[in-house]
């Protein structure tokens, strides 16, 4: 107790008292209660009303300032998870590491999170439900309750610590947050270094907002990236599977790539893909890049976009590389590309938890590719209602527009597409004249002559 109450950190906060924050009227941020969804701001007027402090806050704050039409909604209460709960029938409590309340409206849920504090190890105390760190200073579980201000000083960039009161219409800015995203600037509030230690995502959401906004990595921010990308391995797997599906998919992969090489990121994350990026660097990118920018042309123009042939393009240079080193152990093509899936998908797991559904599809994209220049008799048409046929043609083209050699063969399988079943029978049959190979005849079984039946009169 007397070390809590003579804590260094606590006494400066106490001699300086509380930040007054930067309050931004209507007529400056220009926003109003219209630009958020009903639901939400609904939430926030009835914890008011029940006595509490309630605000919308974070990216749909940030996101209405830019003229984006906010997706996700989030409130910062005084109230504590179970007072929201009590508060709202159709609400449930989630988390244990960041404890907090869904309340649900049909098909949208609104986040609403107490406002939390700032703490250090010391006031862990004994109660680890609380608060709890590991040896590296990274946060494992944050339930420390705190002020608004408190609040606004343990989010992790300026532009996500605007509160937007429902009731006035204004804007409470503690770190200078409004001045940041008109700059497009993202900055961490604190100490850099200290922040990524207790959250090393928050180097991936430095790199994730920097490509999806269009925003610079303030200097002091991005500084201690390259030293500190190393932590991404202590981070569980489950959670950089999450974490790498917001990157990719967000819209803007290639930007996103580019950023994590630049960071020394991606390396962490794709350690085998990484390494083939190394061994054959103009392939390897050119492969990488045009796999996301298809990705990005898909989410632009609303089309789905399956996480497995994601990881299908993502995976393959290590694929393939490890394939061609047990064929020169002396493992036949087929086999040898089966033990690398297995061993790719194995190694990969341990740093980003790819879950069966997708890894199963993943693994029949690439055996598609295998499948795909078999097509004599009737293996074409076979393939053809095969249900993974058409991300196998699409992966086919990808490895094609990336530089492999394939003989023209997504140029044929684009053709039998399209043909009449009297075409489609001609170009199976000219695939047997162009290999030079006479065709198979059936081999008829040896006939066997009758017995001679001997003369009686013989010997």
């Given at each position: 107790m007397l070390k809590k109450l003579f804590n260094p950190f606590r006494l400066s906060r106490l001699r300086k008292g509380p930040k007054q924050p930067t309050v931004l009227d209507a007529h400056e941020h220009r926003l109003s209660c219209a630009d958020f969804s009903r639901n939400s701001a609904n939430v926030a007027v009835r914890l008011q009303h029940a006595g509490f402090q309630a605000y919308l806050v974070g990216g749909c704050v940030r996101d209405a300032l830019l003229g984006v039409t906010p997706k996700d909604f989030d409130v910062a209460t005084s109230a504590t998870p179970e007072e929201v709960r009590h508060e709202f029938r159709n609400s449930r409590i989630i988390g244990r590491r960041f404890k907090l309340a869904h309340v649900q409206f049909g098909r949208e849920i609104i986040?609403?999170?107490?406002?939390?504090?700032?703490?250090?190890?010391?006031?862990?105390?004994?109660?680890?439900?609380?608060?709890?760190?590991?040896?590296?200073?990274?946060?494992?579980?944050?339930?420390?309750?705190g002020s608004m201000e408190d609040d606004a000083q343990r989010r992790d960039f300026t532009m996500n610590a605007l509160y937007f009161d429902?009731?006035?219409?204004?804007?409470?800015?503690?770190?200078?947050g409004f001045t940041d995203i008109k700059n497009r600037l993202i900055r961490?509030?604190?100490?850099?270094?200290?922040?990524?230690?207790?959250?090393?995502?928050?180097?991936?959401?430095?790199?994730?907002?920097?490509?999806?906004?269009?925003?610079?990595?303030?200097?002091?921010?991005?500084?201690?990236?390259?030293?500190?990308?190393?932590?991404?391995?202590?981070?569980?797997a489950a959670r950089l599977y999450e974490e790498v599906l917001k990157l990719f998919l967000s819209g803007h992969a290639l930007r996103t790539y580019e950023l994590l090489c630049e960071y020394n990121l991606f390396a962490p994350l794709f350690p085998g893909t990484a390494k083939a990026l190394l061994k054959q660097p103009a392939y390897v990118d050119r492969l990488l890049r045009n796999a996301f920018k298809n990705t990005d042309k898909r989410?632009?123009?609303?089309?789905?976009?399956?996480?497995?042939f994601l990881f299908a393009a993502l995976l393959w240079p290590a694929l393939t590389?490890?394939?061609?080193?047990?064929?020169?152990?002396?493992?036949?093509?087929?086999?040898?590309?089966?033990?690398?899936?297995?061993?790719?998908?194995?190694?990969?797991?341990?740093r980003v938890a790819v879950p069966k559904r997708f890894s199963i599809p993943t693994r029949e994209i690439w055996d598609m590719q295998e499948r795909l220049p078999?097509?004599?008799?009737?293996?074409?048409?076979?393939?053809?209602?095969?249900?993974?046929?058409?991300?196998?043609?699409?992966?086919?083209?990808?490895?094609e527009s990336?530089?492999?050699?394939?003989?023209?063969?997504?140029?044929?399988?684009?053709?039998?597409?399209?043909?009449?079943?009297?075409?489609?029978?001609?170009?199976?049959?000219?695939?047997?004249?162009?290999?030079?190979?006479?065709?198979?005849r059936r081999r008829s079984k040896p006939r066997t002559s009758k017995p001679t039946h001997m003369d009686p009169g013989q010997p």
């Open positions: 986040e609403v999170a107490t406002f939390r504090s700032g703490h250090s190890q010391d006031d862990e105390g004994t109660d680890s439900d609380l608060s709890s760190h590991n040896a590296s200073g990274r946060i494992l579980r944050d339930n420390v309750y429902v009731s006035n219409e204004k804007i409470y800015d503690y770190a200078n961490l509030i604190g100490d850099p270094e200290q922040r990524y230690l207790e959250d090393p995502v928050r180097m991936l959401r430095a790199i994730r907002f920097a490509a999806k906004l269009d925003f610079t990595l303030e200097p002091s921010t991005a500084e201690p990236i390259h030293r500190l990308a190393h932590l991404l391995h202590d981070i569980p989410i632009s123009s609303e089309r789905t976009v399956t996480p497995a590389v490890r394939a061609v080193s047990l064929q020169h152990d002396g493992m036949h093509p087929l086999p040898a590309m089966q033990e690398a899936a297995n061993q790719v998908f194995l190694e990969q797991i341990h078999r097509r004599a008799g009737k293996r074409a048409d076979t393939l053809l209602a095969h249900p993974r046929f058409r991300a196998g043609y699409d992966f086919l083209l990808l490895r990336s530089g492999e050699d394939t003989q023209g063969l997504g140029n044929w399988w684009s053709e039998y597409q399209d043909a009449s079943d009297s075409q489609r029978r001609e170009m199976i049959s000219n695939l047997s004249s162009k290999s030079g190979a006479p065709r198979k």
